[in-house]
């Protein structure tokens, strides 16, 4: 049960550990420790979002949507293993920077030397490389195509925070390389409704980047390191989170209206608390230290923090919409 219990706290939270606890942990939880495994929701949501619709199309097959799922969890997972590898080798990580003071940077925080996270890191990419050969076996090249660009994904996303792509790669990778990437291996077909949607999911994550960069916002500047935030300026970056935010409702409610999503995931509209809550957040200042009844282990994020609960609980409702679809046999 305590196995369970670390299992759980890791796939909810980026749990601040010591290099003595590290040492008690079993394989298994560091592994999801180091990947940062709280964050591959969004990539589950993505992957399960493509195959509700390919679902609801009459399309599914249930060893299509769990091989592609675990092929693009795990892919996701090898990213931040290698990002963390290459930001270290790059010198972006040192001198207690903001990425080591809210999760463990297994490197600087020692828990995993550089030969230690690169096994890790190419097992874990080995194994989704398995999953895709078999896959493009399968559905043939436009999955190499989808294959290459994720995997030019995951070794550009540490450069391209020197020159502001972190953001439009999150939409890209999100969005149609991993909704219609999977809608595609499942249904083995195209869909414009499949596309438009997985945009409308996307500005979720995006959101959370955008979060992310404004909180080390002042840190970046510091060590030359571009994003969109530093472009744009704090308050600008905060501005264009929040037209993020209310974008992902007018998004959904201008497909249903369009009839390329089906009515039933308006659902969304019960993730309104969280968005005021985010919503509160990027109008106001970040506060100085965390205040009360904060979740002592997400500081020092901030409006990642909210932008992230924010997604989470979007995306599970975009997901209960389309589960609902489906039961009822609704067509968009």
Do not use: C
Request: glycine fraction near 8%; avoid cysteine.
């Amino acid at each position: 049960m305590h196995t369970l219990r670390l299992w759980w706290k890791a796939l909810n939270v980026i749990p601040k550990i010591s290099p003595e606890e590290w040492k008690r942990y079993d394989p298994f939880t560091r592994w999801l420790v180091a990947t940062r495994s709280a964050v591959l929701v969004m990539t589950f949501t993505s992957a399960t979002l493509g195959g509700l619709f390919a679902a609801l199309h009459g399309k599914f097959d249930w060893l299509l949507y769990l091989l592609v799922t675990l092929g693009l969890v795990l892919a996701h997972a090898g990213s931040n293993l290698f990002n963390d590898l290459f930001d270290y080798r790059l010198g972006l990580d040192e001198e207690n920077y903001f990425r080591a003071k809210y999760g463990p940077q297994p490197l600087v925080n020692g828990l995993l030397n550089e030969r230690g996270i690169l096994k890790y890191a190419i097992i874990t990419v080995a194994l989704a490389g398995l999953i895709g050969s078999y896959l493009a076996y399968v559905r043939g090249w436009p999955v190499v195509t989808l294959a290459l660009v994720g995997l030019v994904s995951i070794l550009g996303y540490s450069f391209s925070k020197r020159v502001a792509l972190g953001e439009p790669l999150v939409i890209l990778v999100w969005g149609p390389l991993m909704v219609v990437g999977s809608y595609y291996v499942i249904a083995g077909q195209w869909s414009w409704d499949v596309f438009w949607a997985s945009l409308v999911y996307a500005l979720g994550p995006t959101t959370v980047l955008f979060g992310k960069h404004i909180d080390k916002y002042d840190d970046d500047r510091k060590r030359g390191i571009t994003t969109l935030p530093i472009l744009l300026g704090k308050e600008r970056a905060k501005n264009v989170t929040k037209i993020l935010l209310i974008g992902m409702y007018i998004g959904v409610l201008v497909l249903v209206l369009l009839r390329m999503l089906p009515f039933t995931t308006l659902l969304v509209v019960f993730a309104v608390d969280k968005l005021s809550l985010a919503m509160r957040a990027f109008s106001l200042p970040r506060p100085d230290s965390p205040p009360e009844g904060y979740p002592p282990e997400a500081w020092p994020l901030w409006y990642a923090a909210f932008a992230f609960v924010h997604t989470r609980k979007f995306g599970l409702l975009f997901l209960t919409g389309m589960l609902l679809a489906l039961v009822l046999k609704l067509h968009p």
